[in-house]
């Protein structure tokens, strides 16, 4: 019995042993699976759109309101009180109708670069987060927005080599003050066309159309098809006649002055590629022309003059999710888009040995005092749809130069630059007009800043210096932004800080839809 007994205890001790001996095994390989997940392991790849979240969902709302404020022509379902009928006469003197469009920023002209950016930028927002967008019951405004300024590109394309690009003149524009509804100055056309070349507007609108074709393509076949055609002539026209318009027409030097070309080539073939399919789009970027005009290895800043980067992640979604047989030579195009879309992102990520140093004092990506928030509100829309594209792909990390990170990483920084914007600051400021309770009260924006039942005429500058808030709320409007000290001051007068635009709420538009819930891309747009 004793003998028994002395055996049963020490078969009881040795179990104890081998258990924890297993438990200190089991231990350490989770441990060490959990130091090497950050390199190897995908994390969960997102599905249909979750819960929404309010604070993203209400932002995007306030967001989008400001395409209805920039509207011109005769409006629809106007939703903006203190909007009416406007420039309904544009185009009348070239028998041309370009009432619709939208004006560009505080002011009256319709510039078509930046306008045709910001449609290009809507479409891709819609083709990639239309179910948050749906989900958020954003969707519909979204498109009505994109529709007015499309209608406005395919009326300024009135033949194949003709785009009018211009209405209104700025320098008698900017020495008035007045609200849209009360212009009776003259409203002067400019256009390209094959002596007067303007290769990246005419570009980039057909950008803008092809996109767009993609959107409206289960929507209204007939229209898609219709702005699929413009597409295709108007990058005919801007590949056949090569030319800067900032050559051809100095005067849009002082405004949207144009760094180059070659960028809004690529970026209206890439998105040509996309809506037919048509391989010769394809070698076009990747192989006849990406070395030469991608600037491969080379971040840049995605903007309305520069499309580098918003071709590179475009490109790369091909590279991730692509199921079509494509040529060696284009494969190792692809691969470079996404080797230099990996390195924007890494110069976006804090933790990334490449990172930018061009930072507010609280974290703000901050690049130029001029419209400060353009540069952060882009970079962070191309981040989160990155970071989709890896999530969605079960890619966990990517390489910068030779440091893993984690495939949230570009979507953390997403959420740093947005919460900033929306009064996560040291001013406590909402730059977002109309979200929260404190944003700027004067916006620098004729329309907003007049009452409507003043009679001005061209003179009304008493209330671009009045020191009284804006009368009308110009909601959704993005101000220009704050200085890298994180001061801001809200002054009529400050145009520098204190200006919409419209291509920067597209922007907003699309980082916003990215976030307000969680969901996949589509592995295609069509």
């Known amino acids: 019995m004793g003998a028994d007994s002395g055996r049963s205890k020490g078969c009881v001790g040795w179990l104890i042993v081998l258990v924890l001996a297993a438990l200190v095994v089991t231990t350490a390989v989770i441990a060490v699976k959990k130091k090497s997940s950050h390199h190897s392991e995908p994390g969960p790849a997102p599905g249909p759109p979750g819960a929404v979240s309010s604070k993203y969902a209400d932002a995007l709302s306030v967001a989008l309101q400001f395409f209805n404020v920039q509207k011109s022509g005769k409006l629809v379902n106007n939703k903006i009180s203190w909007r009416g009928d406007s420039a309904l006469k544009d185009g009348s003197q070239a028998h041309v109708d370009l009432s619709k469009g939208m004006y560009d920023a505080g002011d009256h002209v319709k510039f ?21 967008m749906a989900a958020a019951k954003q969707l519909d405004h ?6 007015w300024i499309t209608d406005f590109l395919v009326a300024a394309h009135p033949k194949d080599n003709v785009l009018y690009i211009q209405v209104g003149d700025p320098d008698i524009d900017h020495k008035c003050w007045e609200r849209p509804e009360d212009m009776t100055e003259e409203r002067p056309l400019i256009q390209v066309n094959t002596s007067s070349p303007g290769t990246e507007v005419a570009a980039e609108t057909a950008a803008a159309l092809a996109s767009a074709s ?46 180059g070309y070659r960028d809004e080539l690529l970026w ?6 996309h809506a037919t399919g048509d391989q010769s789009y394809l070698s076009y970027v990747t192989v006849e022309n990406g070395k030469g005009y991608a600037d491969w290895g080379r971040p840049t800043w995605f903007s309305w003059d520069d499309k580098r980067a918003g071709t590179q992640v475009l490109l790369s979604r091909l590279h991730v999710f692509t199921s079509t047989k494509t040529s060696n030579a284009e494969n190792v195009g692809l691969q470079m888009y996404r080797r230099t879309a990996e390195a924007v992102m890494c110069g976006l990520l804090p933790d990334s040995p490449t990172a930018t140093s061009s930072r507010s004092d609280s974290g703000l990506i901050w690049i130029d005092q001029w419209n400060s928030l353009q540069h952060p509100v882009a970079a962070s829309f191309l981040a989160v749809l990155y970071s989709d594209y890896m999530l969605t792909s079960r890619t966990s990390s990517f390489s910068c130069n030779g440091e893993f ?18 009064g996560d600051n040291p001013m406590k400021l909402s730059y977002l007009v109309g979200y929260g309770r404190n944003y700027p009260q ?10 409507t039942d003043a009679k001005t005429g061209c003179d009304g500058m008493k209330w671009l210096t009045s020191s009284e808030p804006n009368p009308n709320v110009a909601i959704g409007a993005l101000v220009g932004g704050p200085f890298k000290n994180d001061s801001y001051i809200d002054s009529r007068n400050n145009s520098m800080q204190a200006e919409p635009s419209t291509y920067n709420s597209a922007v907003l538009v699309g980082l916003l839809s990215g976030l307000v819930t969680t969901s996949s891309v589509p592995l295609s747009f069509t």
């Open 112 to 132: 078509g670069l930046p306008m045709a950016f910001t449609a290009t930028v809507l479409s891709w927002s819609i083709l990639e987060y239309g179910d948050q």
């Open 214 to 259: 993609l959107v409206f393509n289960t929507v209204d076949s007939t229209y898609s098809d219709l702005l699929l055609q413009h597409a295709q002539k108007l990058f005919t026209f801007a590949d056949t006649y090569r030319g800067s318009y900032s050559i051809s027409i100095p005067k849009v030097q002082r405004f949207y002055n144009s760094t």
């Open 405 to 422: 990170l984690h495939a949230i990483g570009p979507s953390k920084l997403c959420y740093s630059q947005i919460d900033y914007i929306l």
């Open 142 to 147: 979204a498109r009505d927005s994109l529709k």
């Open 442 to 451: 004067q916006v620098h924006h004729r329309g907003a800043s007049i009452p």
């Open 268 to 273: 209206a073939a890439s998105w040509l590629y």
